[in-house]
């Protein structure tokens, strides 16, 4: 009787190596979709942080004096240009202690799932130190 020797890769290890292979690369394009739309996302909210403090600061700037007692202003559409499908608005409440509004701007948007950031300042009348 003859027995043959066997060299090289078995079927076995042919498809364990393959599926170790098949795996790795689904984790690699699972970390690449991820990752970019975490960039894509945290663009997004840099872009809406932005776009909320230079309205505060347009608000701050124009004085406690012009600003209503309470309600809600819409943000122009321009202030949103780099953010598509934005909605914003800045809503004045009265603040914690007597002549203060709390005044909170707020921004939505819709991509890839509903986003939202805000940002509030109190203004006085006479500034918060006495």
């Known amino acids: 009787m003859r027995h043959f020797r066997r060299s090289g ?3 076995l290890s042919a ?8 795996s790795a690369l689904t ?15 945290s663009a997004q909210r ?3 942080t932005v776009a909320l403090e ?5 608000l701050r700037a124009g004085g406690y ?3 209503p007692a309470t309600g809600a202003l819409p943000i122009p559409a321009t202030a ?8 914003g608005r800045v809503a004045v409440a009265p603040g914690p202690v007597p002549d203060t509004r709390v005044v909170t701007a707020e921004v939505t948007w819709e991509q890839h799932g509903p986003h939202r950031e805000e940002l509030s300042i109190v203004m006085a009348a006479k500034g918060l130190n006495p």
């Open 54 to 58: 230079a309205q505060l600061e347009t």
């Open 65 to 67: 004096s012009r600003l």
């Open 27 to 41: 984790i690699v394009l699972q970390t690449y979709v991820v990752g970019s739309r975490s960039q894509r996302l």
């Open 15 to 22: 498809i364990f190596s393959l599926l170790v292979l098949v």
């Open 46 to 48: 840099d872009a809406a």
């Open 80 to 87: 949103l240009r780099s953010l598509p499908q934005a909605e």
């Open 9 to 11: 890769v078995t079927l």
